[in-house]
């Protein structure tokens, strides 16, 4: 059974006993249903105590109970809470360490509340793309008043307990030992005339709750547009303040059982659990020793190293900061201050957390200052030559141990670790520029990288707060690999008769934070050149459409000329479509003798989308990714794929592989239809009725 009951001093204490974070699944509803019962039939208990085993007092329902029989199986949350709201003798909530969504209503339940400093608080469930489902859109308001309330459900975001010590929450904080001190307080509280105060009783104080309800939708609406939940919350605060706790609970039962079914409740929940189970490799097992890293060495200061480098100083690591020359250690040290000075203006940085940071960098023009280093992460040209000179210097001077990463973006990890003789200790940090901003990290696996290498290097990502998914090597590993198919695509439609702003439009409607033609003016249409020129010399039967050279010969490389798909103001970056682009891509089409035609908005979302969907399925195919989960965190992190739709391998199995066979072969027929050579899992899938996830 997943609780645990004792009592003391005539207290009883019904112990969360289902770790990780004592989830509120069946069988511990259970339990504590029957810890009460137990309690309230024995005259020598007078009070009872609610507490948490681990790290936490309960992180909530338990989602993937969520869409399952278990989810509704009596007793349900509401059912729990009702006990307890009955319970003749008083109940008392400790809290520690975590106290949210039904976790926190649970205690919202109980007559009286005990919390520990430095527990996290919070109503989540807006985050899952639902809200909360057992009172707290009608107890919470109760208890921290209305404007406080709505603003933790609606943001979801936790509030240490420390912070809501005086909020109306908490009857104590707890100075020392929190089950002692919860005891006490029982003990004390049984001695009190009942009945016992019960949050529901409550009533809800605000001048002008009508006023400040529609002000919250209006600006909710605005800010929520493609999530329902975040209204939803709203509503169901509101049903409570107009009509009352029972009216506005049902409200809330009703808002939640809608919720839950909605695509985006769905992908949202798809994400929290894809971003955790990214971070376990199949044949790694979580108890592989980890090497420590004390000290991290970055080789380059431009634009990637110094992103880098700002990664490890946010997590209070001192960084070795290693460039050929002065000037370029200068510029780069500048660099990263100007980015930080950025960060104290806007208020999110103190200035004396800015100097803390810049201390905690050794700049230095000698590989020998990297001696000491445990983890070195070059971000150097991304030429095989340039990789060659630093890796095989690493060799010479890295201590044993010493984990060699490589920030290549394209090139092949296993012929950089050839360059050493250690190739075990060998691995690729693909960042995502800005690297100090983007959370996806391609952690690319060499044949020979070692196994608690790659327990180290996920270690470390948790702790610079990125969302490592492990990539085996091959062109372009997950992302770029699949984007450029989906680059592929948003040509052949320029040839057949789309412009960039229909395609760019298109996409973007569809949720993509930019579409293709915008993305390149901003990376450089010239990035993409030089990747089509390698391409044609090394895979020459991978055909492009030829409309991109012709824009990068007339020098038309995007924002920073000035000038790319689209013209640009001096000085501005909004894309205005361009009249000479356009003619230009008409009379291409001529010259290659494609006749023009229109094409929807749907076919631009389907051939682009679908084109990753299907090199993503062979991705998976090739073991190159381990799950279709891990396929979408790259692309919910890394790529802008609108995070409502889960991403791409979601978004296909929402969509049925059915229908997206039958696309994919009615591509396959037209105008460049040899680029669509349909993966063999999506065909397999089709015909099975299965999915990616
Ligand atoms: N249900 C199931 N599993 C959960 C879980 C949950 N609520 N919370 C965490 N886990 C798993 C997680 O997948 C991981 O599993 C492990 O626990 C450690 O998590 C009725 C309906 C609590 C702050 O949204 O925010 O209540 O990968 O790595 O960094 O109104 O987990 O080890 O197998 O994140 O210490 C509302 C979600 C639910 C809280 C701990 N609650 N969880 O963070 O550990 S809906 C939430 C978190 C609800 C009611 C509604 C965090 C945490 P594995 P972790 P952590």
């Given at each position: ?11 009883a ?8 974070v ?28 609610i ?6 007092f ?11 029989p278990?989810?509704t ?14 319970s ?11 106290a ?16 520990a400093p ?5 109503l ?24 406080a309330?709505?603003?933790?459900i609606?943001?979801?975001t936790p ?18 030992d ?5 005891i006490?307080?029982a ?20 001048a ?6 529609q ?8 800010m ?6 975040p ?8 049903a409570?303040?107009k009509?009352?706790?029972d ?12 919720l ?6 769905q ?38 190293g ?9 997590a ?13 250690l ?19 940085l ?6 803390a ?19 070195i ?17 690493l060799?010479e001077?890295?201590?044993?141990g ?10 092949d ?52 707060r ?15 690999r699949?984007?450029e ?11 057949e008769?789309?412009l960039?702003?229909?395609v ?11 579409g ?31 409309v ?15 000038a790319?798909w ?61 799950k ?17 739709r ?17 696309a ?27 999915t990616?996830?």
């Amino acid at each position: 059974m997943a609780v645990d009951y004792t009592t003391r001093d005539g207290v009883a204490v019904i112990t969360l006993n289902n770790p990780p974070v004592n989830g509120l699944g069946h069988s511990t509803r259970a339990g504590i249903v029957e810890g009460l019962a137990r309690a309230n039939s024995d005259p020598a208990v007078s009070a009872i105590v609610i507490t948490g085993a681990g790290k936490a007092f309960s992180g909530g329902a338990d989602i993937t109970e969520f869409n399952t029989p278990k989810a509704t199986q009596e007793p349900t949350l509401h059912t729990v809470i009702k006990e307890v709201e009955k319970s003749a003798k008083p109940i008392i909530a400790a809290i520690h360490g975590v106290a949210m969504g039904g976790g926190l209503e649970l205690a919202l339940g109980a007559h009286y509340r005990i919390a520990a400093p430095g527990a996290q608080i919070a109503l989540p469930e807006v985050k899952l793309g639902i809200l909360p489902g057992a009172g707290g859109t009608q107890r919470l308001p109760r208890a921290i008043g209305l404007e406080a309330a709505l603003n933790m459900i609606v943001t979801g975001t936790p509030v240490l307990s420390e912070k809501l010590a005086n909020a109306g929450l908490f009857d104590a904080m707890a100075q020392g030992d929190l089950l002692d001190e919860a005891i006490a307080f029982a003990r004390q509280a049984a001695g009190k005339p009942g009945p016992h105060p019960l949050v529901r009783n409550r009533k809800i104080e605000h001048a002008n709750a009508e006023g400040f309800l529609q002000f919250s939708r209006n600006t909710v609406a605005a800010m929520s547009k493609n999530y329902p939940a975040p209204l939803k919350c709203v509503d169901a605060i509101a049903a409570g303040v107009k009509q009352g706790f029972d009216k506005g609970l049902a409200f809330e039962r009703e808002c939640f059982v809608e919720l839950v079914q909605t695509p985006e409740s769905q992908a949202l929940r798809h994400a929290f659990f894809g971003e955790r189970a990214a971070s376990k490799i199949p044949d790694v097992p979580s108890s592989t020793p980890t090497r420590a890293i004390q000290q991290v060495a970055v080789i380059g200061a431009g634009t990637m190293g110094g992103g880098i480098t700002m990664n490890f100083l946010n997590a209070g690591v001192p960084v070795t900061l290693l460039e050929t020359k002065q000037e370029a250690l200068d510029r780069g040290l500048a660099t990263i201050r100007k980015n930080y000075e950025a960060q104290v203006k806007k208020g999110k940085l103190t200035a004396e957390k800015l100097e803390a940071r810049m201390a905690l960098i050794r700049p230095t023009l000698t590989y020998d200052d990297l001696k000491q280093a445990d983890l070195i992460i070059e971000a150097v040209f991304e030429e095989l030559g340039v990789k060659e000179q630093v890796f095989t210097r690493l060799d010479e001077v890295a201590k044993a141990g010493a984990i060699l990463a490589s920030n290549t973006s394209t090139l092949d990890v296993d012929k950089i670790a050839a360059f050493t003789k250690r190739p075990q200790d060998v691995v690729g940090l693909h960042f995502f520029s800005p690297a100090n901003v983007m959370k996806l990290l391609e952690v690319v696996r060499g044949k020979e990288t070692a196994k608690d290498v790659l327990a180290t290097v996920m270690q470390v990502a948790k702790k610079i707060r990125k969302t490592a998914v492990v990539s085996g090597v091959c062109d372009g590993f997950i992302g770029n690999r699949m984007i450029e198919q989906y680059i592929r695509q948003a040509l052949y439609m320029l040839e057949e008769g789309a412009l960039p702003a229909q395609v760019d439009r298109a996409i973007e409607k569809f949720g993509f934070a930019m579409g293709p033609f915008r993305m390149s003016d901003l990376a450089g249409n010239d990035i993409g050149w030089a990747i089509r020129k390698r391409r044609y010399q090394e895979t020459p039967e991978i055909k492009y459409s030829k409309v991109a050279d012709r824009l990068c010969e007339q020098g038309r490389f995007g924002q920073k000329t000035g000038a790319g798909w689209y013209d640009y103001k001096a000085g501005e970056r909004n894309a205005l479509p361009s009249k000479l682009v356009d003619e230009m891509i008409v009379a291409y089409s001529k010259e290659v003798g494609v006749q023009r035609r229109k094409i929807s908005d749907e076919e631009i979302v389907e051939r682009l989308v679908y084109a990753l969907v299907n090199e993503g399925a062979m991705i998976l195919e090739e073991g190159i990714a381990s799950k279709a989960s891990d396929i979408d965190m790259v692309y919910l992190t890394g790529y802008g794929f609108p995070l409502w739709r889960g991403g791409p391998m979601l978004y296909a199995d929402a969509a049925g592989l059915y229908n997206v066979a039958r696309a994919i072969r009615r591509y396959a027929q037209q105008p460049n239809g040899d680029a669509w050579q349909i993966a063999s899992s999506v065909a397999e899938l089709a015909e099975s009725g299965g999915t990616f996830n």
